[in-house]
């Protein structure tokens, strides 16, 4: 198996190169974990619906959080992070008597 170095660019059959470990390397996904992280964000702690939500997954380039590149991911949760929180608490009714 051939790797590539993500320093050099260089590609290699010992797995080893810049001081970084090729083989021990995975491919970047999103992972359930992710993908919550973004739902607690987007609807948890700014208070998105759903159609916000979905123009913000847009706005990235992506209609699923699960299709989301490792610079989506960052660019969705940078912009998310910059909206203001929802506040905390609602008004409860009161009882009518």
Not at 45 to 64: H, I, P, T
Not at 75 to 82: D, G
Request: aromatic share 6%; proline share 4%.
């Amino acid at each position: 198996m051939t790797y590539q170095c993500p320093r050099c660019r260089r590609t290699s059959d010992i797995g080893y190169c810049c001081g970084v470990d090729l083989a021990a390397m995975r491919e970047w996904r999103m992972t359930p974990e992710r993908v919550r992280a973004v739902h607690v964000l987007a609807r948890g702690c700014k208070g998105l619906d759903e159609e916000a939500y979905r123009l913000r997954l847009r706005a990235v380039g992506v209609e699923s959080s699960k299709q989301l590149s490792r610079v989506q991911f960052r660019q969705l949760m940078n912009a998310l992070q910059r909206l203001p929180d929802a506040p905390k608490y609602t008004a409860r009714k009161r009882n009518a008597a």
